[in-house]
Structures are given as structure tokens and as C-alpha cells.
């Protein structure tokens, strides 16, 4: 049963990152804060008041969300009206609906850089293990070769390595390798892998500690780069109307999520990661009820000039937040009929 807690745990800390996110810059640009909640809306079962703001967790255990005074042009005492949302100017507005993605941005930085800190298997420039039937074991390389050159050039890491033998399909090159102290020469001719060389090698994995400078910069580096993955994906998920074919609900995501936990906990970092980063770009696509599409209607508000009606507003949030639970209801009985939950208790998953 750990491995589920951990699993909502994880996911409760990628919804909460993300309230707190709205959460915090509201109370530092002066706006009141009505509720803090996790869950969607509906019966609370836990609530707790502290000064201006009421804590709590919801019956609907998915998601969570920021209650602000005013939001959608609702009404405000004249004491607390300069505090209310809608009388905020544009870039307040604008900010605080940003800040719940940017955190779900900001939290795998962290996430990656801890890795870093305590050590991540990476690719060095050592022959892990030579492939059977390759140009690399007619050769002769063995296991423990440290590659020093090929065709010429210095190498310094995996990725250079890579890119050589890859750009030189069919071709005879120079491979310089150390062994037992000794620098050796081989010549093998690459064979061909679609389009590209193969030489036949596997690198040896070590352990790269970094201190915490650079591992925020390399949470930093991987993070834009998960974060430009994820948008290719959804491009292409939207381009060819692939959505209901991959796309998992909440219990989907909490299943692979206590899968990555029995994989060790960086796997479950990287999933944590993974999927912060998820709620981020989709949060952002411009449909109410996401934050996406407030940001559209406060930046369509900025352009005519004056905000659109509350009654307007309330509408196209109520239609929003319909078609958001009509797809999570969707998303969660395609779940139950992939894990086939419809037969089997929850505590049972541990077979999948």
C-alpha cells in the first residue's frame, strides 16, 4: 500500500504546487484569497478558516482550485472591494492566473536537480557491453574499452560518440580506445540501422553527482526540453485526432505513477516531473474552464477595452467546467475498463 500512497502523494503535490501557485501570488498582490481547496468543486469533507482564507479537501479528490473574491464579477462588500479580483489592473489579473502553470514548471526543476544532487546514471565515454554479431565484437573491442578517439576526432562524452557512428553508415573508421593502460587502434566498418551507422557498443552507466548550482541548471536544461517534447506530442496528438486513443485520466496516471515508484524513486522523479509539466500545457490550451482560457478572455478583455459581463463570464465557466467533468468522466471509465478495475479491487493493481 506505500507505493499508492506515494502515487497520490506525488500527484497531490503536483495539484497543490499549482493552487499554491494562484494561491501565493494572489496574497502577495493584495487579493483575497476565499478558498484554498483540493478537489473540484462540490461537498467538502475537511475545512479549516485561517484569518480571510477557508483550507480544505473536497468530496471530488481530482484536481483543486483557488476560490478569489470577485473572480467572476461576483459580489464584494464595498470594505473588501479594492481587495477583490476583478478590480485588479490587467497585469495582476493576468499574473496570478499564470502562476498556477508556472509553478507546475518550476517544481520539475527542483525535482530534476535533487537527482542530480544525490547522483544519475549517466553515459560514459566506456564500452559497457559489445553486441554480439556486430562490426564492434568482429573487431575486438571488450567491455571496459574507454573510447578516447574516433575517425580522428577527441571524445568526451556518450553524445559524441553517437553523433560520429551515426553520421558514418557503411563507412571504415578509427576507433582509439584504452585498455589495461594500453591505447589500441581498430578499424571496423559501421553497419547500417535504418539510416544511420552502428557499431555495435553499449555505454557504461556511472554515477554523476553535481553540486547545487549546476544541478538547477541541469533540472533547468532537462525541463525545457521535457516541456518541448510535450508540445511536439500534443501537436501531434491533436493533428491526427489520436486524444481518446492515449490520453489517461486520473486513475490512468495514478497507476503508472505507483508503477514508476516500484522503479526506484528517480524513475518516480522524472514520472513526477513528467507529468507536472503535462498539467502545465494542457492548463494552458485557451478552454475554460483551464487557465488557458482565462488568460484568453482576460487578454480579449484587455483589448476591447472592457471586462465582459459577469454574467457572460459565469456562463462560459459553467459551460467549461461541464464539458472539463463530462471528459473527466470519460477519462476515468476508459481507466477502469484498461486496468479492468470493473473486476478486480484496487489493492489488486500490483499484477499489472
Not at 486520473?250 to 514520472?271: C, K, L, N, Q, S
Request: with cysteine; aromatic share 14%; net charge positive.
Amino acid at each position: 500500500m506505500m507505493i499508492y500512497f506515494w502515487a497520490i502523494f506525488g500527484l497531490g503535490l503536483i495539484v497543490f504546487v499549482h493552487e499554491f501557485g494562484h494561491f501565493i501570488s494572489a496574497k502577495l498582490l493584495g487579493v483575497k484569497v476565499e478558498e484554498f481547496m483540493l478537489g473540484l468543486p462540490g461537498p467538502k469533507i475537511f475545512t479549516l478558516k485561517r484569518r480571510e482564507t477557508i483550507y480544505g479537501v473536497t468530496i471530488v479528490p481530482f484536481g483543486g482550485y483557488v476560490k478569489l473574491a470577485g473572480e467572476f464579477g461576483d459580489q464584494v462588500s464595498k470594505k473588501e472591494r479594492k481587495k477583490a479580483f476583478f478590480n485588479q489592473p490587467l497585469w495582476k489579473k493576468l499574473f496570478i492566473i499564470f502562476s498556477g502553470p508556472l509553478m507546475n514548471f518550476i517544481l520539475p526543476i527542483f525535482l530534476i536537480a535533487i537527482l542530480f544532487i544525490q547522483g544519475v546514471d549517466t553515459p560514459s565515454t566506456t564500452i559497457g557491453r559489445v553486441l554480439s554479431k556486430t562490426p564492434a565484437e568482429k573487431i575486438g573491442l571488450k567491455s571496459g574499452d574507454k573510447i578516447v578517439k574516433i575517425a580522428g576526432k577527441q571524445v568526451n562524452s556518450w553524445d559524441d560518440i553517437i553523433k560520429i557512428i551515426r553520421s558514418s553508415p557503411l563507412k571504415k573508421i578509427k576507433v582509439e580506445v584504452k585498455r589495461d593502460g594500453k591505447l589500441l587502434r581498430f578499424f571496423p566498418i559501421l553497419s547500417k540501422r535504418e539510416t544511420f551507422g552502428f557499431l555495435g557498443i553499449e555505454s557504461k552507466l556511472v554515477k554523476e553527482r553535481v553540486g547545487v548550482f549546476v544541478a538547477l541548471v541541469k533540472g533547468i536544461g532537462v525541463t525545457v526540453t521535457f516541456t518541448i517534447k510535450i508540445c511536439q506530442l500534443l501537436y501531434k496528438v491533436i493533428a491526427e485526432n489520436l486524444f481518446f486513443k492515449v490520453a489517461s485520466g486520473p486513475i490512468g496516471i495514478a497507476v503508472e505513477t505507483a508503477r514508476a515508484v516500484r522503479m526506484g524513486f528517480d524513475v518516480y522523479f522524472y514520472i513526477l516531473a513528467f507529468i507536472s509539466l503535462n498539467v502545465m500545457v494542457v492548463n494552458l490550451l485557451p478552454f475554460p474552464p483551464l487557465d488557458g482560457g482565462r488568460l484568453f478572455l482576460l487578454v480579449l478583455e484587455g483589448i476591447r477595452k472592457k471586462p465582459i459581463k459577469a454574467e457572460k463570464m459565469a456562463f462560459i465557466q459553467l459551460v467549461g467546467l461541464a464539458l472539463f467533468l463530462f471528459l473527466m468522466l470519460y477519462l476515468i471509465t476508459a481507466d477502469l475498463q484498461r486496468y479492468g478495475l470493473w473486476r478486480y479491487q484496487l489493492w489488486k493493481l500490483e499484477k499489472f
